[in-house]
């Protein structure tokens, strides 16, 4: 495999200014001990509702020491929940011929994860040289790998060409590089990414396709859809058209809008050119998960349904579709675990402080009011805490005032040695840390429950009689990982003899 894998920096958001526990909205959403209600939009297959299996997983976490003193801090993914998910968007899609499910590997960028919904049936949408090594690295097939990215450089575009992936084109500059690059017997699918320009949604930064939005061409920008036109009479090799109107806080009639928009841009541009040179749709992902509670929704089936509202004729089989879906696959499978260190009262404030901070949730901290987390407390034993509640913050382990990922909430007393659970957090959580405070990557695992089943060796018993069972995904980074990361092997690099 060509070696075009570069490093890039994580995001960072600019730290916001601590709210008042009045002022929190997470403090709105429904914390608890133990989550009480299944989840309607998975699917059973013999194992124990979701509710009951987070359940069991923390407590077989605990007392197998994946939580505790030796593991502060670690992802787990729920496996069946996974499989249960990619089930409901395949079903969703079901009616449609031609249609490739891809995922969003920014949303859960952890080979075993990726390799799992590639045995689903998933293909793989990157969009960076590192995403598309791991997408290969676990066997997604080139022709199900899709590339986007504003900031292609030519060496990616010629990987991209050279191993048969589509790639969407971000802008007619990009258009005009891969002119010069491309091979004419590329096996790839070549699109262009336009920004329907159709609005943004609660999250500012997450919202794709307002009038301004670095993403593709503004299609309602003056003379934009004559040179799109143009772009594709001028290549006939041009067959797709991609949007991706945003993640997270965009309301379904949005993202649909946003479709249409591109769906008659194809009929146009096919109308125009008198031939159905357009073959293919990429709608991108972006349904938006509920972080509230733990249902489901809105539903992929409920996205469908504002598409063929939307545009009636996407779903007529004239067009292969594509989609992009990242969050609503991911997030509500999985949760970080966190134990309690200390406790302390400050200002006639309660906070537990935990190893569960910015360095995980990262979004959550930096942007508190965008992306509450549900949290969840449970005993040193892993069961689930009862008893009166009172507000307190749930603090992380960085050295900065505002790594805090929930404030004022009401919650069973923490102590030493609790833990608690950071739930949702299945994609663009623990699978995408940051390295601040030089803190651990935390472990990562998958686990799986059989209802009424128990279990010895690797797996054991759970909660109410489900059997866990633990697979390691990725190793908590080591000390010396951290120091190799950190210049190790150039240590004297700055120091006169060094020099
Ligand atoms: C081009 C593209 N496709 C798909 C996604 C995945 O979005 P989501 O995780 O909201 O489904 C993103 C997210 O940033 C994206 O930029």
Redesign the pocket.
């Known amino acids: 495999m060509p070696d075009a894998v570069r490093g890039r920096s994580p995001a960072r958001g600019r730290a916001a200014e601590r709210p008042r526990a009045a002022e929190d909205p997470g403090a709105a959403i429904r914390d608890s001990g133990r989550m009480t209600q299944t989840t309607p939009a998975h699917h059973e297959n013999g194992t124990a509702p979701p509710a009951a299996r987070f359940d069991a997983a923390v407590r077989a976490a605990v007392q197998q020491g994946l939580l505790g003193e030796d593991g502060p801090v670690a992802g787990f993914i729920d496996t069946e929940g996974v499989r249960a998910s990619v089930g409901t968007l395949h079903d969703a899609f079901a009616a449609t011929p031609g249609v490739l499910h891809t995922f969003?590997a920014?949303?859960c960028s952890l080979i075993p994860v990726l390799r799992l919904l590639a045995d689903c049936g998933m293909g793989c949408?990157v969009?960076s040289p590192g995403e598309l090594r791991l997408a290969l690295e676990a066997g997604f097939a080139a022709s199900r790998i899709v590339l986007?990215s504003p900031a292609k450089t030519r060496e990616e575009i010629r990987l991209a060409l050279a191993l048969g992936v589509a790639v969407n084109a971000d802008s007619l500059d990009e258009l005009r590089r891969i002119d010069a690059l491309r091979n004419p017997g590329t096996a790839s699918v070549l699109g262009l990414?336009v920004n329907p320009q159709v609005g943004g949604g609660a999250i500012g930064p997450?919202s794709?396709a307002t009038d301004t939005a670095k993403?593709g061409v503004a299609l309602r920008d003056p003379g934009a859809r004559e040179a799109i036109v143009g772009a594709f009479r001028e290549r006939p090799w041009l067959t797709r058209l991609?949007a991706?109107v945003?993640?997270?806080g965009c309301p379904l009639e949005l993202i649909a809008a946003g479709v249409a928009q591109t769906y008659e841009l194809a009929e146009e541009i096919n109308a125009t050119l008198g031939v159905r040179q357009v073959t293919s749709l990429d709608i991108?992902?972006?349904?938006?998960v509920n972080f509230a509670d733990e249902t489901v929704h809105p539903a992929y089936t409920d996205y469908v349904a504002a598409l063929t509202a939307a545009a009636p004729g996407l779903f007529s089989g004239r067009y292969l579709l594509v989609t992009?879906?990242?969050?609503?696959?991911l997030a509500k499978n999985g949760f970080i675990g966190a134990r309690v260190e200390y406790t302390k009262d400050a200002g006639g404030r309660r906070i537990a402080l935990t190893h569960a901070g910015a360095q995980t949730a990262t979004r959550t901290v930096l942007m508190p009011d965008a992306w509450p987390l549900r949290i969840g407390a449970f005993g040193p034993d892993g069961n689930p805490k009862t008893g009166p509640v009172l507000p307190q913050d749930i603090a992380g382990p960085c050295c900065f005032a505002g790594d805090v990922v929930a404030y004022g909430r009401e919650l069973p007393e923490l102590a030493e040695d609790d833990v608690v659970v950071l739930y949702d957090t299945g994609?663009?959580y623990f699978s995408t840390p940051w390295a601040y405070n030089s803190l651990q990557r935390p472990a990562v695992y998958g686990f799986r429950t059989v209802a009424g089943q128990s279990t010895t060796g690797q797996g054991g018993p759970g909660h109410d009689g489900a059997a866990v069972t633990f697979t390691t995904v990725r190793d908590a980074q080591s000390m010396d990982a951290i120091a190799a990361e950190s210049g190790l092997a150039h240590a004297d690099a700055l120091i006169e003899r060094g020099v």
């Open positions: 969003a920014k949303a949408e969009a986007d990414r997450m794709t993403f991609h991706h945003g993640s997270q991108g992902g972006g349904l938006p992009e879906f990242g969050r609503s696959l994609a663009y």
